[in-house]
């Protein structure tokens, strides 16, 4: 039973969500190719290094530079053919493409897999993560986008073979305009050791800034809750939660943030959870690990001005 790997690619490198894929696939078959969608062949090269891939398939194309979600399905669907398996990370790359994919197949997609248990059998969350549900597929292709929180990264050191394969581009509906893409320094939220998150509690933009502060301070990603990017205090690139990103960091400092359920969901993995906040009754409070019971300026003051 052979799995393809649906590759995203960040430039030329491999996304976190892609490397988890590659781990969760490796329980299903020892037979795993990937799939990589781009409008240079050489992107392919940091793929054919992976561990555990045997064959690199490479659809290159100047019209993939900008592709639309309906041309990438139709090509993934084609490619199927040959795979029982389809597997990719759970990011907006994938969940644009794998439901459609599905529906080219006429399967049912099995979304943000945290456990396989057999070749049929996987858990996934429901209800905000307060259910983790065993699902059983009956189809006889099965498609599904995989947690990267719940599966290690895979490694480098493999050299799969790449063949450059040859399809007609299907016509798109839709023409690319332009792309706006926030630009750090920081560590990417989805993969940071360390991330700060600041809710509503910071009041203001103005205020949030002791958020950036001190995550520079740490070396540390930077977090809210939807409430705070509601509010308009940073953009909703950074939103973590069910709505938002999924982390698991070793360290998750959050900061003003009561804890709805949507946004528990997205950091309940962490390894340790610190809250900065004067309600020790808040349901993030509750899951914390260490709580500071205490005004968060001052706190936030005290730990900018702190010598590390």
Known sequence: MSVLILIELNGSEVSSNSRAAITAATQLSDNIDALVLTDDSANATSVASLDSINNVKVIADSKLEHVSVGVASKLVAEVMADYKYLLSGSSTYSKNILPRVGALLDVQPISDVCEIKSNNTFVRPLYAGNIMATVESSDDTIVMTIRATAFEHSGDGGSAAVEELSLPIPEQKSNFISIQESQSERPELTTADRIVSGGRGLGSKENFALIDQLADKLDAAVGASRAAVDA?????????????????????????????????????????????????????????????????????????????
């Open 232 to 308: 308009g205090f940073i953009s909703n690139d950074y939103q973590v939660g069910q709505t938002g990103k999924v982390v698991a960091p070793k360290l998750y400092l959050a900061v003003g943030i009561s804890g709805a359920i949507q946004h528990l969901a997205g950091m309940k993995d962490s390894q340790v959870i610190v809250v900065i906040n004067n309600d020790p009754d808040a349901p993030m409070a509750r899951m914390a690990d260490l709580v500071w019971q205490t005004d968060l300026f001052g706190a936030l003051k005290e730990l900018n001005d702190h010598s590390l």
